[in-house]
């Protein structure tokens, strides 16, 4: 009976033998326990085992790749104990558990698509970040909820995980939270003026959020007297949301320091802790005596019939935050030959523009030993005063006669011509950035004295949308004559506004010739970089 036995091991060692070298440890010896109890029975000792050893046995590859399905498995709550690369009864229950938890057909055996997901949400889960930090913490399974997102993601319906209508999560949130007690929809309620309104309010160089519900008309959201203003200050886990109610609300009325804000001093908001309080005294106050301007007649004054034609008070951030979320509703840019409205297709050309200068002024920042934006933003913000006059002449004065002005500046200014260039960009970006026009507006016209012909296309665009100076229709055309040179002109500028559409020129020119009627077919100029002549300029940085 025992040589039996040893004649069993044999033949089982025998014809596992030419596989035993691609097997791990344990699959060796289970073959081994599983030829001598096989021996024993004696009745299904020549097959059957035999085969069940071999399909364990899998190649690098294939066992790594099951390792990764497992741990991301165990990760998610599915647990399928060790993550050894062998794919046994426990993992098979463990992704059929995970199939009826995103509604797959519960296979037991994972699809491409099926992994894609369970993987992607893992490697997510691992890198963390804001994002990860707010579906997990929201959603009602925790870290699962993840895998929901994820698959939403891939099908196609999930570009909300990572904040709709163009705005981060926490804010597009907010905006459906309003919307849900308004009656404009949340796709309306961010194309309203005033609604969103963008700053760095707690100086961390990071754009903040202000919502005013005041726009909405809803009663929800306002009292008879104030409306509820959502602030969103940025933080290093995302934004912190801060609740007021104010009248009219402005960045100016708000700072912030991190993530907590408050109203300035001296302003007539109130929180919404201090609304009640504000009404009651407001109820019990008693009128003030007449002031010295009911006893004395008012001095004569010189009639304003052009008030309104001032620089207004506009914020451009916000303003370009309207007109992207405009063109991302439209599925990308205006194109030259489907123009329609030509005032919107110049503000889309001047938020890219002020976009570019953004990402050219942080770049050359970063060569500057020690500076944060903050300090250098102080810097800038110190240069405003030489520079206002000269931002006030833009809409009384020719071109030549502001440049006449500025180029006082250049000379007295003791700097090197590349200093002076590279100051004035970084200087541009931290105006914009912070949205102070004189700083923004003053670096432009330095750059376009300087001959750097193609920043006077800014100059143009704030002429004609008025915003930061007074608008002046025919001005702006004087400088994007000189600084968008046409298809039939050689190029007259070294800076490129970039990326945008190669005939950006051309689409420039259609629209002004749209504003005065003398529009004809339009010509969308292509050219390669061989060709530069009426294609796109091209900007060279300094010391490139």
């Known amino acids: 009976m025992f040589a039996r036995y040893l004649t069993s091991g044999a033949i089982v060692l025998a014809l596992v033998g030419g596989h035993a070298e691609r097997a791990e440890a344990d699959a060796f010896v289970g073959g081994l326990v599983g030829g001598f109890i096989g021996g024993a029975i004696g009745s299904n000792t020549r097959t059957r085992p035999r085969y069940t050893t071999q399909r364990v046995i899998v190649t690098s590859p294939q066992r790594q790749q099951n390792r990764e399905v497992q741990t991301a498995l165990n990760h998610f709550g599915f647990n399928v104990g060790a993550a050894d690369g062998s794919i046994g009864p426990q993992t098979r229950a463990g992704i059929t558990r995970y199939q009826a938890y995103l509604e797959f057909p519960q296979t037991g055996q994972l699809t491409d698509f099926e992994r894609m997901v369970l993987l992607g949400a893992y490697q997510r889960s691992q890198m963390g970040g804001p994002q990860v930090t707010r579906i997990t913490s929201r959603h009602r399974d925790g870290l699962r909820g993840l895998l929901p997102t994820v698959l939403d993601e891939m099908r196609g319906t999930g570009a909300r995980s990572a904040g709709a209508y163009g705005l981060p999560p926490e804010i597009a949130d907010a905006v459906d939270e309003i919307a849900e007690s308004s009656d404009p929809s949340a796709e309306q309620l961010v194309q309203r003026s005033g609604f969103v309104q963008l700053a760095d309010l707690n100086g961390d160089g990071r754009t903040d959020y202000i919502l005013n519900t005041a726009v909405t008309g809803s009663s929800f959201w306002c009292g008879a007297r104030d409306c509820t203003v959502l602030v969103f200050a940025s933080t290093p886990d995302g934004y912190s949301r801060n609740d007021f109610l104010a009248q009219e609300a402005t960045p100016a009325m708000f700072s912030c320091q991190r993530g907590d804000c408050a109203l300035q001093d001296g302003e007539t908001t109130t929180t919404a ?74 503000n889309e050309q001047f938020c890219l523009a002020r976009s570019f200068a953004i990402a050219d002024g942080e770049a050359l920042a970063e060569q500057v030993p020690n500076a944060t934006p903050a300090t250098i933003a102080e810097q800038c913000d110190g240069f405003a005063p030489v520079l206002e006059p000269h931002v006030d002449a833009v809409a009384r004065q020719s071109r030549d006669e502001v440049l006449n002005g500025v180029e006082s500046v250049i000379r007295q200014s003791g700097m090197s011509a590349s200093d002076l260039t590279a100051t004035a960009r970084i200087c541009l970006s931290s105006g914009y950035m912070t949205d102070t026009m004189p700083v923004a507006i003053g670096s432009a016209l330095l750059l376009s004295a300087m001959g750097e012909t193609g920043y006077g296309e800014l100059v143009g665009h704030h002429l004609m949308q008025g915003i930061g100076v007074a608008q002046r229709d025919a001005r702006a055309r004087e400088w994007y004559s000189v600084s968008v040179p046409s298809a039939d002109e050689p190029r007259a500028t070294q800076v490129g506004f970039a990326p945008g559409p190669e005939s950006r020129n051309a689409l420039i020119h259609h629209a002004l010739a749209m504003l005065d009627g003398s529009a004809g077919t339009p010509r969308a100029t292509r050219s390669d970089a061989s060709a530069p002549d009426g294609g796109l300029p091209v900007f060279e940085l300094v010391g490139d």
């Open 273 to 346: 802790a201090a609304a009640t309080d504000d009404r009651a005294s407001a109820n019990n106050a008693e009128p003030d005596a007449p002031e010295s301007a009911s006893t004395e007649a008012a001095a004569p004054a010189m009639p304003n019939f052009f008030g309104g034609q001032e620089a207004a008070d506009v914020s451009l951030a916000t303003h370009c935050n309207r007109v992207g979320l405009v063109t991302n509703a439209n599925g990308g840019q205006t194109d030259i030959d489907t123009m329609d409205d030509p005032v919107f297709a110049l």
